[in-house]
């Protein structure tokens, strides 16, 4: 009996049938809520992101008290269904990030968005890049996650919905965009 032998045309069609069916298997899934970045406490609202190291110099642009390169927060923020603090709880966006740009204010995020309630209840995605805070909107990588997010992908663009630049308090939009 003689061996059959596969052409490089049936080769090409099988690995495009195999990348298709791949592709087809992978779902997008898109996420909305609010961050609450509540830096100056108040007796309603405890503060969720705190400096723990300071800086060396100002950057340029910064409103009232100045952001310095190098001063490195932490942030427990709550995750919320609606831009208003009594909306809905989702989470908490849990991580730091250190001013890393001498040039403008910016720095690198590094968070997990941690969800407590919902069908995500229990899992994480994990998020890093760079989030200069002026643009209008900010794209951070999302490179991996838990639970029902394990493995995914994606991306998540930021939004600043509101600033108060007395306080440093802020609403952040986050609409996520993931292939699990």
Do not use: C, W
Not at 10 to 22: F, G, K, N, P, Y
Not at 93 to 104: E, I, K, L, S
Not at 106 to 128: D, E
């Amino acid at each position: 009996m003689a061996k059959s032998k596969l052409s490089t045309v049936q080769l090409q069609l099988i690995t495009v049938s195999m990348a298709l069916a791949a592709a087809a298997a992978t779902t997008t899934t898109h996420l909305r809520f609010y961050m609450h970045d509540i830096v100056t406490a108040t007796a309603e609202s405890p503060a969720t992101g705190v400096r723990v190291a300071r800086g060396t110099t100002p950057l340029p642009g910064d409103p009232g008290t100045p952001a310095r390169f190098g001063d490195m927060h932490v942030i427990d923020d709550p995750l919320t269904e609606g831009p208003d603090a009594a909306s809905p709880a989702v989470g908490r966006a849990q991580g730091f990030y250190p001013f890393a740009d001498q040039q403008q204010l910016a720095v690198i995020f590094s968070l997990n968005i941690v969800f407590t309630a919902g069908k995500h209840n229990g899992s994480y995605l994990v998020v890093n890049g760079k989030d200069a805070f002026f643009d209008e909107v900010r794209e951070l990588a999302v490179i991996g996650g838990a639970g029902r997010f394990r493995g995914a992908t994606g991306y998540a663009l930021l939004r600043t919905h509101y600033f108060n630049s007395t306080t440093k308090n802020a609403v952040v939009k986050i609409d996520m965009y993931l292939h699990v």
